[in-house]
């Protein structure tokens, strides 16, 4: 799970629990001008917040999950990108 999917996850419970007496959206159906990925909450009565979702650690390095991808024009290397959910891949 990363942090995009973990605020749809909180923007669904909010919604089932909330109702109408709120409005909820992600940051950027909002329009907020951040690197940050979060939900802003409005109640009927004016109050707002903001609450920003920030991944602490990007999965246990021992239990990657391997993907071969194969591709016409590269050589064998391997490519590790911790913000795409701790995959590693291995471009053949």
Same mark, same amino acid.
């Given at each position: 799970?990363?942090? %995009?999917?973990? #605020? =749809?996850?909180?923007? +669904?419970?909010?919604? @089932? ?26 109640? %009927?009565?004016? #109050? =707002?917040?903001?609450? +920003?979702?920030?991944? @602490? ?36």
């Amino acid at each position: 799970m990363d942090r %995009t999917q973990m #605020v =749809e996850l909180i923007k +669904t419970l909010l919604e @089932k629990e909330l109702t109408e007496e709120a409005r909820i959206q992600t940051f950027g159906e909002r329009g907020i001008l951040t690197s940050n990925e979060g939900l802003y909450v409005r109640f %009927t009565n004016g #109050v =707002e917040f903001q609450i +920003t979702v920030v991944q @602490k650690q990007f999965g246990d390095k021992n239990k990657l999950n391997i993907k071969i991808l194969r591709s016409s024009k590269t050589k064998k290397r391997k490519v590790d990108n911790p913000h795409s959910s701790g995959e590693r891949c291995v471009l053949l």
